[in-house]
């Protein structure tokens, strides 16, 4: 049997009440059959609460207390300690049985970033991956979070390890009130997004997930988790609620930007049944091409790159004095010009900057 390591009073079997009330007889003298007569309970009846198969209900209780003179209270409480601690072993035995499965999940990094106590336990780490997971039985997270193991494709990919990075920002999402998603409104608030991206982190972070909220859009910045292989996700919560996921640990600002503009262009663009985990192994489906061409001609619109094209050859002065006429920050415009072939990717990278953002505080209804 799989023992408990939590510090407690409770034994590692559990003790039916019937034994003490076996003991109890013996001490007095009294036959079973005896007891049955004397409480007016069939001989079968007294057996059986003996044995722990039968429960010593109230009406019992009062009856052994003025046959035996031991309190009613006592039998109870002896009882409901038996049922409890019978209970808490095939619990504990249960979660034994789930070790194994929750070796696949990355334990230890979750740990790191304070999603799961840190312990190393395998009983309290089964416990503590079912309350991160809202699930009674580690086997049903497949079901819960089908999303993950439909996207993990790559041959070094962890769906674990993806389900439990999609699950943290569901976790985050639920202390974020949102308005119900308004289209509209998000397409007006999709300038002002833009021009955040010429702000630092701690200028823009908090307005930014205000500014989403007030458009039914719940944004959650989330670490990375090795093997997930995803830079953002977008999903709906409920029919008036989305959330926009992105993995923000040591990401470059401009691959960040991109990856809003793209997540929020599924929302504009597709259905609320749509699921969409962004990677770099990602299949370039239509509405995967769709979400890229609006991210980028948002960001930098199709005229403005045109007459960009033309500045080549490509100096840091041009590039700054061209982002700030677009009103766009410079990281941008060099990510795009790496991304079309028009300029190495080793060069002019001194204008893109690696951040790392934190949770965003619940915004008011």
Request: proline content about 6%.
């Amino acid at each position: 049997m799989t023992t408990e390591r939590l510090a407690g009073p409770w034994p590692d079997v559990a003790i039916p009440p019937g034994e003490t009330l076996a003991d109890t007889l013996q001490a007095k003298g009294i036959a079973q059959s005896d007891l049955a007569r004397r409480t007016g309970r069939p001989v079968q009846a007294i057996n059986e609460i003996i044995k722990g198969k039968k429960e010593i209900t109230p009406e019992t209780a009062l009856a052994l207390e003025r046959v035996l003179g031991t309190p009613a209270y006592v039998w109870l409480n002896l009882e409901r300690d038996y049922r409890y601690n019978k209970a808490r072993l095939e619990d504990l035995e249960r979660l034994g049985r789930q070790v194994e499965e929750a070796r696949t999940y990355p334990y230890a990094e979750m740990a790191k970033l304070g999603w799961v106590a840190v312990t190393r336990d395998p009983i309290e780490r089964v416990r503590e991956l079912l309350k991160y997971f809202g699930v009674a039985r580690l086997d049903t997270i497949p079901e819960v979070q089908s999303v993950a193991y439909r996207k993990s494709r790559r041959k070094d990919a962890s769906p674990q390890a993806l389900a439990a990075w999609l699950r943290r920002g569901e976790i985050e999402a639920s202390q974020v009130n949102t308005k119900p998603f308004d289209a509209r409104k998000l397409r007006t608030a999709i300038p002002r997004i833009r021009t955040m991206t010429q702000w630092p982190p701690d200028k823009f972070q908090q307005p930014l997930c205000d500014l989403c909220a007030e458009c039914g859009v719940a944004l959650a910045f989330v670490p990375h988790l090795p093997k997930t292989h995803a830079n953002g996700a977008v999903r709906w919560l409920d029919k008036d609620t989305a959330l926009v996921q992105l993995s923000v640990l040591h990401r470059y600002d401009d691959i960040f930007w991109f990856s809003l503009f793209h997540e929020l262009g599924h929302l504009l663009l597709h259905g609320k049944r749509d699921v969409f985990v962004e990677g770099p192994d990602v299949e370039k489906t239509q509405k995967e091409q769709e979400a890229d061409r609006f991210a980028a001609d948002t960001l930098i619109r199709p005229h403005d790159f045109e007459e960009l094209r033309a500045l080549a050859p490509f100096a840091e002065a041009t590039v700054k004095e061209f982002a700030e006429g677009i009103r766009v920050a410079a990281s941008i415009v060099v990510g795009r010009l790496q991304h079309e072939g028009l300029l190495p990717y080793t060069h002019l990278n001194a204008l893109r900057a690696k951040f790392q953002l934190k949770e965003c505080e619940g915004q008011a209804a």
